[in-house]
């Protein structure tokens, strides 16, 4: 593991924390591995410890380390972890497509369940996000913000907390990831094409029909990927 110092113009910690995450990650620190000192980190980055200090707690934060009294920080084992997935790791396309065939049967039973458990404010609030979509004349951040809500509170609807974790998490950073295909793309096109799927969509679950709910949700992700120029398992 190799440590430069780092810009001062940067958020310090959260740069630490990035560079000992992706040794880490990337199979440099293996798991059980004791992280270097505080002291040595410090004066190696040349930073405080203090920033240290801090860099280190966000990486336990996010399971990569642990801490023990008086030892030192270790690198956790990979099952130990919480889900981590580094918005440029998207930027590679398979990766990106991994992610999005992921997305897809959890979003499919997502609907279904939602037509089977929604209530009214459910369904006010997917109503809402459709109205955001609506209200775009074009994929700016606020109707991309309007699409990540919809499908947020289509997973709030199924009354599964987890779907709402897992769908959410996956949802936003497909969101981010595809913000710049989108504004490259026929930009009227995509808007008309995607609020009548979503439209379609929302009817189902309003109907109660977790079937029609659920092949909905199919035709939406599956012509989405087209659009995308993504190759998808078949379904």
């Given at each position: 593991?190799?440590?430069?110092?780092?810009?001062?113009?940067?958020?310090?910690?959260?740069?630490?924390?990035?560079?000992?995450?992706?040794?880490?990650?990337?199979?440099?620190?293996?798991p059980g591995e004791k992280?270097?000192?505080?002291?040595?980190?410090?004066?190696?980055?040349?930073?405080?410890?203090?920033?240290?200090?801090?860099?280190?707690?966000?990486?336990?934060?996010?399971?990569?380390?642990?801490?023990?009294?008086?030892?030192?920080?270790?690198?956790?084992?990979?099952?130990?972890?919480?889900?981590?997935?580094?918005?440029?790791?998207?930027?590679?396309?398979?990766?990106?497509?991994d992610l999005f065939q992921?997305?897809?049967?959890?979003?499919?039973?997502?609907?279904?369940?939602?037509?089977?458990?929604?209530t009214a404010d459910d369904?006010?609030?997917?109503?809402?996000?459709?109205?955001?979509?609506?209200?775009?004349?074009?994929?700016?951040?606020?109707?991309?913000?309007?699409?990540?809500?919809?499908?947020?509170?289509?997973?709030?609807?199924?009354?599964?907390?987890?779907?709402?974790?897992?769908?959410?998490?996956?949802?936003?950073?497909?969101?981010?990831?595809?913000?710049?295909?989108?504004?490259?793309?026929?930009?009227?096109?995509?808007?008309?094409?995607?609020?009548?799927?979503?439209?379609?969509?929302?009817?189902?679950?309003?109907?109660?029909?977790?079937?029609?709910?659920?092949?909905?949700?199919?035709?939406?992700?599956?012509?989405?990927?087209?659009?995308?120029?993504?190759?998808?398992?078949?379904?």
């Amino acid at each position: 593991m190799e440590f430069g110092h780092i810009r001062r113009n940067e958020h310090l910690p959260a740069r630490i924390a990035g560079q000992i995450a992706r040794d880490i990650t990337e199979g440099r620190m293996r798991p059980g591995e004791k992280l270097p000192t505080e002291h040595f980190l410090a004066k190696a980055l040349g930073v405080s410890r203090s920033v240290v200090r801090e860099a280190i707690a966000q990486l336990r934060n996010e399971g990569l380390v642990e801490t023990r009294q008086g030892v030192g920080a270790f690198v956790t084992e990979p099952h130990a972890r919480p889900i981590r997935i580094e918005q440029d790791e998207l930027a590679d396309r398979e990766s990106f497509r991994d992610l999005f065939q992921l997305r897809v049967p959890l979003e499919i039973e997502a609907a279904g369940l939602a037509a089977l458990h929604h209530t009214a404010d459910d369904l006010q609030r997917i109503d809402e996000a459709l109205a955001g979509m609506s209200g775009a004349e074009k994929w700016t951040a606020e109707g991309i913000l309007a699409d990540l809500a919809f499908h947020r509170a289509v997973a709030a609807a199924t009354g599964n907390e987890y779907f709402s974790v897992f769908i959410g998490f996956i949802a936003e950073r497909i969101s981010v990831a595809i913000n710049a295909a989108r504004a490259a793309a026929v930009l009227e096109e995509i808007v008309e094409v995607t609020i009548e799927e979503h439209v379609a969509l929302r009817d189902a679950i309003a109907s109660r029909d977790p079937k029609r709910a659920r092949e909905a949700m199919k035709a939406h992700l599956l012509g989405a990927a087209r659009r995308l120029d993504l190759t998808l398992e078949a379904y």
